[in-house]
């Protein structure tokens, strides 16, 4: 396969997922014939795994959080099991499994943002495609990796955190639907000012 024959076929795959090999991985592969092979196997691997991860209901690393004033970010699941909002992260994927990867802590998310749990965190209908990567043939091995989109579940985060200590979660206090008690500093407040 020669340069110009792979680069022309990388530019007009229609998919997009031959950009996401490197270009050595796929000059490799030789002949066209085989590097199509590659890819419809690989897209393949990527339906299953993108069904697999639809079907876990909870928030997993590369999940997409909608968070404050309708802004979008991606989850990051830690070893504890808590998460981390960051639009910065990598996400590796395989079946029924993802993990986030890189620069987890954004400075573009506000601070009370950047941190959740798993009760803050409540499912919507929505999927939305985010960037990820998992191995060729699911083999392991240097240069193998390869990016693609896949659909993703999105979350909505309802953090309801007390405008006065900015600590405490506010907790409907049974007097009024619109005002509520803070877990931490005990003070009442209306749900309409928490943050
Ligand atoms: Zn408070």
């Not at 079907?55 to 999940?63: C, N, Q, Y």
Request: glycine share 10%; charged share 25%.
């Amino acid at each position: 396969m020669t340069y110009n024959e792979i680069i022309n076929y990388i530019d007009n795959e229609e998919t997009g997922i031959a950009k996401g090999y490197s270009y050595q991985f796929l000059s490799d592969a030789f002949c066209l014939n085989t590097v199509k092979k590659i890819i419809q196997n690989d897209l393949n691997i990527f339906s299953e795994i993108e069904k697999s991860l639809l079907e876990i209901k909870e928030p997993l690393s590369g999940d997409f959080v909608i968070y404050g004033d309708n802004k979008i970010a991606r989850l990051y699941k830690t070893f504890a099991g808590n998460y981390q909002i960051s639009n910065g992260i990598g996400v590796y994927v395989s079946n029924g499994f993802s993990q986030g990867s890189g620069c987890v802590y954004d400075f573009d998310i506000e601070e009370q943002y950047r941190h959740c749990k798993s009760d803050d965190l409540v499912l919507t209908d929505a999927f939305k495609k985010g960037r990820c990567w998992t191995f060729s043939g699911n083999e392991s091995g240097g240069g193998r990796g390869v990016y693609f989109e896949i659909n993703f579940k999105v979350w909505k985060l309802e953090k309801c955190i007390c405008p006065i200590c900015r600590a405490g979660k506010l907790v409907e206090d049974g007097e009024s639907i619109d005002s509520g008690i803070c877990s931490k500093c005990g003070e009442q407040s209306y749900f309409q000012d928490a943050i």
